[in-house]
Structures are given as C-alpha cells and as structure tokens.
C-alpha cells in the first residue's frame, strides 16, 4: 500500500556508526527528505536527495535507489547526542510541497 | 537558521470550546502546513496553504478545521468545536517554494489537551 515505513528502534555504540533505513511507496516521487526530532523540540533539517546514489554531508550521509523506494541515513562517529528520532519524509505527486512521514526510527547510542 | 515560532506552546481546553493555534512562520516564506503528531506516532499531514488558498488537506482535516493568514500575520488553524480525539501536538511548518520547497522549517509544535 501507500505509505512510508521506518524500523521503531536503532541501537548502536558511541564512536561507531548507525544505518537508520526507509521506504517507501508513494503516487510519484518528488524527492526525500531526513528529518532530526527530540523530544519535545521540532524536527530539525538535515538531508535532501531526489537522485539515485549516495550524499556524503560528513556526520550524516544519505541513500536513495528510487526503483527499488529505499532509502537511508548513515551516522558515523556516532556520539551521545545522536540519540533522537530520525524520521523519513517523501515528496509525492500532491500539490504544495506536502511531505509525507514515516513512523520514525528511535535511535540510542550507547557508551 | 531560520524560526517558526508557535504560540502557545501548551492549550488545554474542554470538549466542545473553539481554540485557535498560531504560527508565525519565516519571514519570506510562502508555504505554510500544519502537522498532527500524536505521542508515539508519525507526523501526519492535516493542511498546506499558500497565496491565501488551501493547497491540499488530509482525510484528517475534518470540517470543524480551518485556516487562515490574514494580512500576512500569524497563520492560524483554528479548531470548532473541539473533540477529544483531537488532543496532540500540531506542528506548523513553513517553507520558500521554489529549487528549496523540499526543505520545511518546523516550529516546536502545540501541545492541545482537549478534556
């Protein structure tokens, strides 16, 4: 069916690296996009990709392979802070820029 | 970076009142949203608004909602009357349009209470 879909739990180890996935199907395809949400605080930006291939933006790095609606965010040199929610949100077909969400994946790091 | 400012930030008001949940989005920006966000579950897609017309709106976006952004003030999304199941955190967003329209800018949302 319709929809964006994101495993609930991630956990890793500080000074390591975490692959939070997602995917999608959705009526067309305008782009993907990685938000940061604390507890409490509004999703924070941090990543846009609408073409296939990997984005390096240094702590963060992003995935896409349109033909098969996959996607990820790759932290590395994971640290405390990184512990959040990461969520996933698409671009569809629709009018006005709407972004659809997934459930959101809960990361915690470890010491 | 750029802010959305919401107020207020806690509403708590009894089933059947009207209450009116303000956004003051970036400045320059010509896309606004509001998002529904029940503790535990995804951001769910209520309203986007823009050039003084609803773009599009969800299953969610029932008829005792609305909005508005009157003379380019705050954006509102005003709820009446008030159900229980509408008690969650509303996010407002906004966003340029344009090469950057992928990017929404949030505020840190409303936290409704509905008795």
């Known amino acids: 069916g319709q929809g964006v879909e994101q495993p609930d739990n991630l956990m890793s180890v500080e000074g390591t690296f975490a692959r939070v996935n997602c995917t999608y199907s959705t009526s067309g395809f305008n782009g993907l996009s990685w938000y940061q949400q604390r507890e409490g605080h509004a999703p924070v930006f941090l990543s846009y990709?609408?073409?296939?291939g990997l984005k390096d933006s240094g702590h963060f790095s992003t995935f896409l392979s349109r033909s098969n609606g996959y996607s990820y965010l790759l932290l590395t040199e994971l640290q405390i802070k990184d512990s959040a929610s990461y969520l996933c949100a698409v671009r569809d077909d629709g009018m006005g820029y709407k972004l659809t969400f997934g459930t959101g994946t809960s990361l915690l790091v470890d010491p | 970076g750029p802010k959305v400012l919401q107020i207020p930030s806690h509403q708590i008001i009894d089933m059947g009142q009207m209450v009116t949940l303000n956004c003051d989005p970036v400045s320059n920006h010509l896309y606004f949203y509001w998002y529904k966000q029940i503790l535990g579950q995804q951001m769910e897609f209520l309203v986007n608004f823009y050039n003084g017309k609803v773009m599009e709106k969800s299953k969610l976006f029932k008829d005792q909602f609305s909005v508005e952004r009157p003379d380019g003030s705050y954006f509102t999304l005003k709820i009446q009357p008030t159900a229980l199941e509408d008690s969650a955190v509303y996010f407002c967003?906004?966003?340029?349009?344009?090469?950057?329209?992928?990017?929404?800018?949030f505020g840190s949302g409303t936290r409704l209470t509905v008795l």
């Open positions: 990709v609408v073409l296939d």
């Open positions: 967003a906004s966003s340029s349009g344009g090469t950057r329209a992928e990017t929404l800018y």
